[in-house]
């Protein structure tokens, strides 16, 4: 008989759903700890912007895979995959639950489908040079290296559009991912909602963040030293409120863009969840059906 696998509970789907309120209520019920999946809630002092969890919300919830590196640091997929099967370790050693909870299919991914990433060292002569370059330009190299890659890319990312390149000019092309087979087993529960519902989230949480500092915030990063490059290179809030800081747009124009750039994103990860045909989809509000999916699993 083989050594029975761990089991794991993954919570994904769109921004605005409610995913990290639902891992806090799940972990409460099934004595687990919560690992975040989230591109951008690795970074410090990026909280407000990424929609990152409080300690107030956490209700005594360990979380982890949060606030670990600094914004000007460069973190790596590969990096993120060897940080969260440790934490998956020191929770299962606890006799605990592991939680992953987020909206970054391909952090997920990365532990769960245990893909396997390219082995491609930094080159920074290639890094210097590209960093000079607008987002626009970046795609339209990645374009001519490897459409299949640029199809699946967020344009305005410059790390990840830099990072695809430096693969690409690497090895020839960006290779597919190849998924080798997982050493756990993971229960999916995805969280979703009709169109007009999740537009009007996205916006009510949007005009909350202003309010509570969301601008203050990326001008304090900019004090602290992060350029209006990198902040630019983050996507989404960081880069329109970069532009507005500088003057590029206005407020108004800042707000209109974000609506419609999280829209944006929420359509590219349902393109990469459809993908997975493991995953229980639910409405939000349904914790009811949830823990009993939950409960059949764990048995």
């Not at 912007?49 to 997929?77: A, R």
Request: overall charge positive.
């Amino acid at each position: 008989m083989g050594k029975m696998k761990a089991k794991i509970l993954v919570i994904l789907g769109p921004t605005a759903t409610g995913k990290s309120d639902l891992a806090v209520a799940l972990a409460k019920k099934f004595n687990g700890e919560v690992i975040s999946a989230d591109s951008r809630q690795i970074y410090k002092g990026m909280d407000l912007g990424t929609g990152k969890i409080t300690k107030k919300e956490m209700g005594g919830i360990p979380h982890h895979l949060l606030d670990i590196v600094k914004p000007n640091t460069l973190f790596s997929v590969s990096k993120y995959k060897a940080r969260a099967h440790k934490a998956i370790e020191q929770i299962l050693k606890k006799n605990k639950l592991p939680i992953i909870c987020g909206g970054t299919g391909f952090y997920i991914d990365a532990i769960v489908k245990n893909i396997s990433l390219p082995e491609v060292p930094p080159n920074k002569k290639l890094r210097a040079q590209l960093e000079k370059k607008s987002p626009e330009k970046l795609y339209e190299i990645l374009m001519k290296l490897s459409p299949t890659r640029a199809k699946n890319i967020d344009k305005h990312n410059t790390v990840r559009l830099i990072r695809a390149i430096e693969i690409a000019k690497a090895l020839g092309d960006v290779p597919e991912i190849q998924e080798k087979p997982s050493q756990y087993n993971c229960i999916f529960i995805g969280l979703d909602t009709k169109d007009d519902i999740l537009k009007k989230r996205i916006a009510l949480r949007l005009e909350k963040r202003i309010k509570l500092g969301m601008i203050r915030e990326v001008e304090k990063l900019h004090d602290g030293g992060v350029s209006w490059k990198r902040l630019e290179s983050f996507g989404l809030e960081y880069r329109e409120v970069a532009l507005y800081l500088q003057e590029k747009i206005t407020k108004e124009q800042m707000i209109a863009n974000l609506n419609n750039d999280i829209w944006h994103y929420v359509k590219r990860q349902r393109t990469w969840f459809k993908r997975n045909k493991e995953i229980y989809w639910f409405e939000l509000k349904q914790n009811k059906k949830i823990i009993y999916q939950i409960k059949n699993f764990i048995k």
